[in-house]
Every structure is written in C-alpha cells, then in structure tokens.
C-alpha cells in the first residue's frame, strides 16, 4: 500500500480562460510536498489534475495505488488556486468524498480550505491544514502512521472536527511559517509527465515554460490581496539555493522559460543583485518572469534582473488614480509606475502592468486616468481584473456588507461585480476588452513609428482604429446605463500603514 497520494483539484479544462491562453504550470506547492516527505522516509505518489479530464481521473488513480493518506494539497504559489473557483471546489470536495470512499484518511490545505473548513469537513475530508502545510502535515502524518490521532490536537496549524467545539471546529496553535525555505529539498519533478507540459506549451506556443519560487509569502499591505498561508509573513530562499535549482532544472528539464511564481520576486535589491552573480557562476540563466512592485524595480534590481536572465517583469500597477492607490494600501505612487516601466524598457526587460478596476470610490475620472497611464507608458501587456474581495483581507471586511449571494468567481473569466462597485459587471467586461484593443493598436503605432515608418495608410489597421472609437463611444454609453444606484462606500478605521522592514531575509 501506498503511503501518501498527494493531489491537487486545478482542472485546466474546467476554466475556459486558461484552456484558450494554454499556459499550464504544474503544482508546484505539491511537488515541493511530495519530495518534502520522501525525504523523510514516506512513499509517494502525485495525481496531477492540470491536464486531466476529469474527476474520474483520480478516481483511477486510487484504485491503483490504495493509498494510506490521501492529501489534496493546493498550489499556493500559483494565484489560480489563490482565486478559490468554485468549479475547482467542486472537483476537490468530489475528489475528497471518493477517496474517503475508498478508505483513505483524507487530508487538505489550500486557500479555499483556509476559508471554508467546514465545506471540505462536511465531504470526505477528515484534517483540514492552516498557513504553511509542509511541517504540519509531516507532523500529522507521523502520528497517524503511529496509531496516535489524539496527538493530532497539539500538532500546530490544524483544524478538526469537534461537535462540542465552536461551528464544530477545533482549531489547534497557531504555526509559523518556516525562516528558513532552504531546508526544502527542490521539488519532486519526477513525479511529473514533464514532456506532456512540454507538449501542450510548444503546440500552442512554441516554447516550454516551467515555474519556480523563491520567497514564500509577502509582507506588503495590499487590502485586497488574500494571504491565507502566509498572512504578512516572508521567507527567502538564498540566492545560491536558487541558482542551484536553476542550473538543475536547465540541464535535466530544459526549459525555453522559467516563471518566477513568487507574490513578489526581489523583496530585497541586493538579494536580485547577488541572484544574478550566482547565476552567472553556474551558467545557469534561463530566460524568466516574474511579478513584483514598481517600488523595487531600482537601478540595482534591474540590473541583476537584467544579469540573471530576467526578460519580463509583470507589475502590480493596479490604478493611474493616486486616490485609489492610497485606498487600496498599496504603498506606491503613480510616478514610481513611470520610472519603473522606464528602467525596464531601457534594460531590454518588458514591463507588464496588472490593472484593477472597480474599487470602491473609484470614478469615471479615475478609470480613463488609469486608460491615461496605459496610453502615456505603453506597457508590454496587461492583466485586467476587477476588484475582488476574499475572505480574510481587509477589502473583504471592509465591503462584507454589501456582498449578495455570489462569494467566489466560477473560473478566471468571470470578472463580476460582487458587491456594488460604481458600475455593474457589464460596464468592466467591456472596458476590459476596449482597453485591451486600444494598447494593441497603440503598440503597433508605437512599432512603426520606432521603424521609421510615415503615415499609416493600411486600410485594414485604419478599419480598425475606426472600430476602436466606437468601441470607446459604446462605453460611454454604457457608463450611463451600468451606474450603480447606491455604490459602496468605504471608510477605512485604520490610518496609513508603514511600509514592511525588508532588512533582513525572513519576517
């Protein structure tokens, strides 16, 4: 018998999204699990849902190996299973029941098991895992390989079922994060159809990307950003243990492409700046991306970016509008995103901005200010969503009483309103696309412009320039008909927060 199938419930195919962008990562939290507990002596196995069909699936996978201990263990590191879909609580709550079925005592960690214990409590799933699982679950593990499940209420970071508890859930201490990341052992690769990743990359786009991390957490005050895991805590890896990883992986995976999949990459210059000696040491550069604030992005960082391989920065610009930086606890300015788009592109380094519309006080003004920074800067590509309030940030607490029955998007797409912002769903669907198409064209004028070219006299790029304005009309109108009649308004209890102590490696 088996000791531990470890499984995770992201289903590519079911969000629409991300089956059309085909940009799958594998489960990098779970891999780092699985060689976590090899190396102290469990076997194990990985059912890998990203590219499975289907639930039935893993059904198969528990005939095969009749495991001991089943765990469905979410990829923290990847903001997919950060977005708690229901579609993929569905998959796992399904999961969880069929191996319960089958006799396995059920494990589960993960963003949305943070959040709704009881959901999973109440579908197979016997221990839930708080924050950081990795040490938890080794502890949990041990006891109940030892016969010993009372012990299993003084393992830190756990909840149980207790009918005399409050909700009928017990909640044991409290577990801080390990300091220290190095001490786990990179993650179990073997345990993946690598060439099947492979595959569907080059199909869609000719190239092979993999995913990498190298802190845990982030200390920022972000009031919308959700950190069940880790809360405002950080760990960094070494800049050697991180060229190390890389230098592996380029010689036995072979990657075209990294993604750094860390909620922010370089928390420290000097950190970035070391990374890319170490790197250069080993000849262990591989093209890579990564996601971090504009505030970091100084002369320094960029240049060991720049030295270590990084070829595309995605940043959390969010708002061209002071004011909704300043309500949002981003601890940024407007002119720090010019600077920062500035040092990239004179580094050779795109410059991606992640764009949030739809936060509470946010005006029209504030929206085309934010149109207005995208035009003036030009960035290499943008990610827009709308502002989405998960439980246990402070935007949730703070909006908690103007949500209507829908808690959680269905899949990446959705991008609905779920309280009342100053405009309805449709409004933001539609700017969404119109701002899209309007840095496209922007881009390619920009292009032929740089190539010397004169006039633009092409009738099919002059169509659709036309097609643009209307666009761009349309959504005026729709400003009108979308309004809310009573938009939320926030009043913050709290005063400007100080920026994070980044003296050292761990918080």
């Not at 088996?2 to 891999?31: C, G, I, N």
């Not at 050779?348 to 207005?372: H, L, N, R």
Request: net charge negative; aromatic share 10%; proline share 6%.
């Amino acid at each position: 018998m088996l000791d531990v199938l470890l499984a995770h419930s992201y289903f590519l195919r079911y969000d629409q999204k991300q089956v059309e962008k085909m940009r799958p990562y594998p489960p990098l939290a779970t891999l780092y699990a699985a060689s976590y507990l090899r190396s102290v002596g469990y076997s194990v196995a990985l059912f890998d849902a990203m590219l499975a069909t289907g639930e039935h699936e893993f059904e198969a996978a528990l005939a095969t190996y009749a495991p001991r201990f089943v765990v469905l263990y979410e990829d923290n590191f990847n903001f997919l299973s950060k977005m708690c879909l229901t579609r993929m609580r569905e998959a796992a709550c399904t999961m969880s029941q069929a191996a319960h079925r089958r006799g396995a005592t059920v494990i589960a960690s993960g963003s949305d098991v943070t959040d709704h214990p009881e959901i999973y409590l109440h579908h197979g799933t016997q221990y839930v895992i708080l924050g950081e699982p990795d040490h938890t679950l080794r502890e949990l593990l041990d006891a109940l390989r030892a016969g010993q499940p009372a012990r299993a209420s003084l393992i830190p970071g756990l909840i149980l079922p207790d009918p005399q508890a409050p909700g009928g859930l017990h909640h044991t201490a409290r577990r801080n994060p390990e300091r220290y990341p190095d001490v786990f052992p990179f993650p179990a690769w073997d345990l993946l159809d690598v060439e099947r990743y492979r595959a569907a990359w080059m199909q869609a786009h000719g190239f092979f990307s993999l995913n990498m991390v190298s802190t845990r957490g982030c200390p920022f005050h972000c009031n919308w950003c959700a950190k069940p895991i880790w809360g405002q805590r950080y760990a960094m890896r070494s800049p050697a243990n991180v060229a190390a990883e890389m230098a592996w992986i380029k010689q036995h995976l072979r990657p075209d492409h990294i993604w750094f999949a860390d909620d922010i990459f370089g928390l420290r210059p000097a950190w970035v700046a070391e990374l890319g000696r170490e790197v250069a040491q080993r000849d262990a550069a591989i093209p890579f991306m990564i996601q971090s604030r504009v505030d970091l992005m100084t002369e320094d960082a960029v240049a060991g970016l720049k030295q270590a391989g990084c070829v595309e920065v995605w940043m959390g610009a969010e708002s061209g509008s002071q004011k909704i930086l300043d309500a949002m606890d981003k601890g940024t300015q407007v002119s720090q995103i010019k600077i920062a788009r500035q040092r990239l592109k004179h580094a050779g380094i795109k410059a991606c901005f992640f764009i949030q519309f739809g936060y509470p006080g946010e005006t029209f003004e504030d929206i085309m200010s934010t149109v207005q920074l995208v035009r003036e800067t030009l960035p290499d590509n943008i990610g827009i969503s709308v502002s989405y309030p998960l439980p246990g940030t402070k935007f949730h607490d703070l909006v908690k009483e103007q949500l209507g029955p829908k808690t959680n998007w269905v899949d990446s797409n959705d991008l609905a309103m779920m309280f009342q912002g100053s405009y309805q769903s449709p409004f933001y669907r539609k700017l969404h696309r119109v701002l899209h198409r309007d840095l496209e064209l922007r881009q390619h004028l920009s292009q032929l412009s740089t190539n010397g070219h004169g006039p633009v006299d092409d009738v099919a790029f002059l169509a659709s320039l036309d097609h643009l304005s209307h666009e761009w009309l349309d959504l005026g109108r729709l400003e009108v008909l979308h309004r809310s009649e009573a938009p939320t308004t926030i009043v913050k209890p709290y005063g400007e927060l100080a920026a994070p102590d980044l003296s050292r490696d761990w918080n």
